[in-house]
């Protein structure tokens, strides 16, 4: 129980409908890149545009369940956007849908 307590604080989930993705299967690992204060982006592959421009990158997890993907974000980046208070967009590109971008 201790160990399952520490990692809620070093990580954080939010859950994304999979019919964002146009019921794509999404990789157990994506790229996050923080594109400015008001921007994620979520990619299976790296992305150029994003590539040595975004404010951080990192890696994340994600968990296909029934009907939706969870994906887990570090803490920081979930308490920096603050995402437990903010209302956010998440959006699929429509050229490719398992690219994901979450708009604060």
Not at 7 to 17: S, T
Not at 22 to 46: R, S, T, W
């Amino acid at each position: 129980m201790k160990g399952e307590n520490m990692q809620r604080l070093v990580e954080a989930r939010i859950e994304i409908d999979e019919k964002v993705t146009k019921y794509e299967k999404l990789p157990e690992a994506m790229i996050l890149y923080a594109v400015d204060n008001e921007h994620l982006v979520i990619a299976a592959k790296p992305l150029k545009t994003f590539e040595g421009k975004a404010l951080t990158k990192t890696q994340v997890k994600v968990i296909s369940e029934k009907n939706k993907h969870i994906i887990i974000l570090p803490i920081k980046i979930y308490n920096f956007y603050h995402l437990d208070e903010n209302d956010y967009t998440v959006m699929a590109s429509d050229k490719d849908p398992t690219t994901i971008i979450i708009a604060i």
